[in-house]
């Protein structure tokens, strides 16, 4: 092998690895999170600056910097010290994972379908509250996650956007249990 192939292979091997570090600490703290806010110990719903986690990557250990938070603006200029708890635990605050760890071996209360493996794109099941109201995870705040889960069911995909037109377009739905029983003739 010649001297330039050889610096190239070890330079696109460099590359390699700085780009694969930048990627997992991107992936790592991407998405949005609750944490216990440590002024007030309730939860708070925050978001990581991962580009600039990735970007700090490059030069050792990442740097964490919160880019949104549910108690901002009012509280815009706080220290951040509820970035230790998602350091020490990044993927245990995810509010994806939270969801999906909620979701494990349960069955839609409309249904009673089993809920398998909950893909990270596509469709997602919903949140069926007290009020028989359906709701999609992005429409629980953050901070009022673990409120929401202890007081809702489960609710698939299907059910959920039948609860939805229900809802939203009375008009457009036949209740087919009203023929039940009669003769087709």
Known sequence: MSVPIAVAVALGVVVVLVAGRTLRSWWKFRGLRVVNCPETQQPVGVVVDSGH???????????????????????AGCGQ????????????CLVRNILVRWYAGKRCAACGRPFGEIPPAGVKPAVLCPDKRSVEWSEIPADRLQETLAAAAPICFACHMGNTMVREHPELVVDRTRFEGRSSN
């Open 53 to 75: 986690v990735a970007a700090t990557a490059l030069a050792g250990a990442p740097q964490l910097r919160l880019t949104s938070c549910t108690r901002w603006p009012e509280r």
């Open 81 to 92: 010290q509820c970035l230790s708890q998602v350091e020490a635990a990044p993927e245990d």
